[in-house]
Structures are given as structure tokens and as C-alpha cells.
């Protein structure tokens, strides 16, 4: 794929260390691309990762993944796009591992990831950890991903409920991670619905969106102190700039116990056209462009038509020589004809001016001739904390 500086959704980010002094291990990217030289059709991946806290070099692992996936993704053809996803975080993993091993400071380093890829108008997700993918849209908010967190398992198995699982002292434990010793398992699950099948789900993968849907992806910062129905209600009361800042003011008061990034994409609610949809757009443009110009044509004549109709029909002015017979036709586009003889104060031709588009007066001498002088991710956007690293901490949780 061909990155590209515009990007075909409305891209919003924020990032914060959040309140308890902590190194931000966040790290995110969004790539805009084009598919090739000859299909210009568009394509945007985010990338979130989080640092799993307790471990050296939180912030290294999540770095490698965001950047490995995202330079994966970009050298792909983007035929198979789950297939892309998993072959980019499972590299990411490798990379991250070897990485740890090679430096005694960063060994055991592990971050979680989710990344969106949308593709002209189809979503396509993967994620590892519990960094969230939500879908919004029609005032509603979907969680798309699955955590894969000790709770969760709980929750799926009945032996908790989600509000016990919130307070639940094993919450922040996670069962996969990038930088493991094992091979990393990607999730490409897209949970539309909570009764569906995983056969189910994944086969919603490609999901086409709609004008005015908007994906979000979060670390769990957010996630753990703003619940989703406050998620939808601060969407809905801003812009997206405005909104996203609002929840990261929100988690913050709260607690803000870890690092908080929120990325949001949003599609426009006039959906763009590529490839066959604008080639269509543009031979429809032409079309309807020949039409008004033969209704212009054809209105401009018959105005014409009217005022030349309505010249002819005056009453002549003239006396006619007894000797002579007036030639006169009923034909309005023929012009009357006098005896070479005859002198008539009657204009040979009746004029229109065409920068006024009125009829000139009736003159009995020659008219002279006319005067014919002319009278318009980050859409690459990779940011990075500004935060200044404080000492590295070890702590037992992410």
C-alpha cells in the first residue's frame, strides 16, 4: 500500500499519563494509505498498545508493536485483511520477545494491542490483551472486542457478574500478551452481539460502516473508572476533539490510576467515492452536465424564438407605394423583402444584445456591425507521550 498524507475518516486522538505519577507505556499510530498506484481506493489502520505494567520497558514493548504492525500493514496488498492482522501481531510478539532478551533492563517486557483497520468502507479488527475497539453508532455503543483478562473468563463462565468483576481484585490479570514465551494467539472476533457464536463473530469481520459511524479504541485508563453509557454521553455532547479530552478529564478525576489513550474514527456522514463508485459519480456528473446544458439550449431557443415571433408581428409602419407590392411572409425567420427601390424605416433585422439580452431599437439607417469585444489518524499521525520517563517502577499489575 501507498501511505498517504489524507485520511478518508475524521481522526482524533488524545493521550495522558494520567495521576499517579506513572511513565506513560501508551503508545499509538494511525496510517492512512491508498491501495496502489492504479486502485486509489482508501485505507486507515490504528494501532493501540499498552505497556503491561509490572514489568521493565513497558513503554519499549508497546513501541515495537505499534510500529511493527503498522509497518506489516503497510507493506501488504490488503487482500486478506485478518489474515494481515494476525501475521502482523504474531511478528510484533516475536519481535518484542527477542527484543527483552537481548537486554537485561527490558526482559519480560509484554504490552496488549488492538488495531482497526478500515479498508474504503469495511472494518476489520484484532486485538490481544484488553485494550478496547467500540463501535458507535445510532446512539448506541458496542464493545466489538473481547478481554482477555482473568474477569472476563469469570464473567463468561458465570462465576461473576460484570459490576462484581469491576471491583474484582484479580481485574488488571492478564491472560494474553505480545513478548510472551508462547505464541501469541490474535482475536479476531468482532462481537456484534452478545448471544453470537466466535464462528459467528469473526465472521462479521469486513463489516461495512455507515455515514456517522465512529470507532473507538481505548486503553483500559478509560475503560476502568468511565463506564460505556458515560462513554456515549460525552460522544454525543461534543465534537470529537472536544469529547475525547472530556473523557480523559473524566477518568482523571476519578482516579486516573494508569494511562489513559482514547483514538477515535469517525466516517463522514457524506460518504466519500472511490474506485468504481467514483468513476460511476463522474460519467453521471457528465450525463447530467449534457442535460442541463440541452435545457438551457432549449429554453434560450424557444426565448429567442418568442422575441424574434414577437418582432415580425408588429404593425409595419409604412405606406407602401401604390406601385409597388410589399413582399411580406408569413414565416417569422424570413426576413421581409422590398423592392430594390423601396427605402423602408423598418430594420432589416431585428438585433438581440447578447450581454443584455435585449431587443435593440428599430433604426432606419444601416446598423453598424457589432462590437463582439468582450464587454481547494493523527492523516499520518504517530505521536508520542511528551511526557518526561520518570524511574522506571516495578508494580504488579498493568
Not at 472486542?145 to 462465576?159: K, L
Not at 482514547?262 to 466519500?272: D, H, M, N, T, Y
Amino acid at each position: 500500500m501507498i501511505p498517504v498524507s489524507q485520511a478518508h475518516l475524521y481522526v482524533s486522538a488524545v493521550t495522558h499519563p494520567g495521576m499517579k505519577g506513572k511513565n506513560n507505556e501508551d503508545r499509538y499510530a494511525v496510517t492512512a494509505f491508498r491501495l496502489s498506484e492504479v486502485d486509489p481506493t482508501p485505507s486507515l489502520l490504528a494501532v493501540i498498545a499498552d505497556g503491561v505494567g509490572g514489568h521493565r520497558a513497558g513503554e519499549v514493548a508497546a513501541e515495537i508493536a505499534v510500529d511493527t504492525i503498522s509497518q506489516v500493514v503497510s507493506d501488504s496488498n490488503a487482500k486478506h485483511p485478518t489474515q494481515i492482522l494476525r501475521d502482523a501481531i504474531i511478528t510484533a510478539s516475536q519481535n518484542i520477545y527477542v527484543e527483552s532478551g537481548s537486554d537485561p533492563s527490558q526482559q519480560g517486557m509484554s504490552t496488549t494491542c488492538s488495531c482497526a483497520w478500515v479498508v474504503d468502507d469495511k472494518l476489520y479488527i484484532a486485538s490481544v490483551g484488553d485494550t478496547r475497539i467500540y463501535l458507535v453508532r445510532n446512539d448506541t455503543i458496542q464493545q466489538l472486542t473481547i478481554d482477555h483478562t482473568w474477569v472476563q473468563e469469570a464473567i463468561d463462565n458465570g462465576t461473576l457478574t460484570p459490576d462484581e468483576a469491576r471491583q474484582h481484585p484479580n481485574a488488571h490479570v492478564i491472560r494474553r500478551h505480545l513478548g510472551s514465551t508462547q505464541p501469541v494467539v490474535p482475536d479476531l472476533r468482532m462481537r456484534l452481539r452478545s448471544d453470537e457464536s466466535d464462528e459467528q463473530a469473526e465472521s462479521n469481520q469486513g463489516m461495512h460502516l455507515q455515514p456517522g459511524d465512529c470507532i473507538l479504541l481505548s486503553t483500559d485508563g478509560l475503560t476502568d473508572l468511565v463506564e460505556e453509557e458515560k462513554i456515549l454521553e460525552v460522544l454525543n455532547s461534543n465534537n470529537r476533539e472536544q469529547a475525547l479530552q472530556e473523557l480523559i478529564d473524566l477518568a482523571n478525576n476519578r482516579g486516573g490510576h494508569d494511562n489513559i489513550t482514547v483514538i477515535s474514527l469517525e466516517v463522514p456522514s457524506r460518504k466519500r467515492l472511490t474506485g468504481k463508485s467514483r468513476r460511476k459519480s463522474r460519467l453521471m456528473t457528465l450525463v447530467w452536465s449534457f442535460l442541463g446544458m440541452g435545457i438551457m439550449f432549449g429554453l434560450g431557443y424557444l426565448v429567442m424564438d418568442t422575441f424574434v415571433w414577437a418582432q415580425t408581428r408588429s404593425t409595419p409602419t409604412i405606406s407602401p407605394d401604390p406601385t409597388f407590392e410589399l413582399g411580406i411572409t408569413s414565416d417569422p425567420f424570413l426576413i421581409p423583402t422590398l423592392p430594390p427601390t423601396q427605402v423602408s424605416p423598418v430594420p432589416a433585422t431585428a438585433t438581440l444584445d447578447q450581454s443584455t439580452s435585449v431587443i435593440s431599437s428599430p433604426t432606419a439607417e444601416t446598423s453598424p456591425e457589432p462590437d463582439t469585444s468582450p464587454t481547494p489518524v493523527p492523516a499520518t499521525y504517530t505521536p508520542w507521550p511528551t511526557s518526561t520517563p520518570l524511574p522506571t517502577q516495578e508494580s504488579p499489575s498493568e
